[in-house]
């Protein structure tokens, strides 16, 4: 049996269903940097998480690293791989210690055939990716530094932080190559957009690679 959760693809089908697609899985435990999934397998499988955040990587044709996409508990991960059979377009690496159950292709067939609105589930799923995935080539043709940088802390102060004494604290370590790597900046480029979004007042550092997002309404407004 799943945890409660309202995110992703569990939290859409509701607690029953839900369960029903975890059951049909093998359950697996790996530690942090473990590599889930490496660019090029197979798309046979997915994996739903259920504890823990993982990072899906490429490399540009220069060899820099591209950070495409962060996802935590609820969330399915090699989705639509696991559906058209290609080649898996990115790596999928451990943030931290990660607990997921690991669902075949034909697994997800059968639990899709047993009820059509679970398979409508599954396509809002696919839908909701590609959106995402479309809204950040638009973002890469029409906003600066400042504004990408601005829009992918809005993102992680959303769904991944907790409240504390200042704002929002950022739960997954952040350095300025991260999000380097996430936003296609230099290193450089996004140390400034920091500085000016500390100026701002929308974000200050806590200490090596940790975040506080002051006033995330800030962040939104510069990455509009």
Do not use: C
Request: charged share 25%; proline share 3%; net charge negative.
């Amino acid at each position: 049996m799943v945890g409660p959760t309202t995110r992703g693809l569990l939290g859409a089908l509701g607690r029953a269903d839900a369960d029903a697609l975890s059951s049909l899985g093998v359950e697996r435990r790996l530690p942090a940097n473990s590599v889930i999934f490496h660019e090029g397998d197979a798309g046979d499988r997915f994996v739903v998480l259920l504890e823990g955040r993982v990072k899906a990587t490429t490399y540009s044709l220069d060899g820099r690293e591209v950070l495409l996409n962060i996802q935590g508990p609820g969330e399915a991960v090699g989705l639509a791989g696991a559906i058209d059979g290609g080649g898996r377009s990115a790596s999928v690496i451990a943030i931290d210690a990660v607990r997921f159950v690991s669902i075949s292709t034909e697994q997800l067939r059968e639990f899709v055939h047993a009820d059509p609105d679970r398979a409508f589930i599954v396509m809002e799923e696919l839908v909701a990716w590609f959106r995402r995935a479309n809204r950040r080539q638009v973002e890469f043709g029409t906003l600066g530094a400042l504004g990408r940088v601005a829009r992918q802390l809005a993102f992680l102060a959303d769904d991944f932080s907790e409240p504390s004494a200042e704002g929002l604290a950022l739960t997954i370590p952040v350095s300025h190559q991260d999000l380097a790597n996430w936003v296609g900046a230099s290193r450089e480029a996004v140390g400034k957009a920091m500085q000016q979004l500390e100026r701002l007042g929308a974000l200050t550092t806590t200490g090596r690679r940790k975040l506080v997002v002051l006033d995330v309404e800030i962040l939104r407004t510069v990455g509009e």
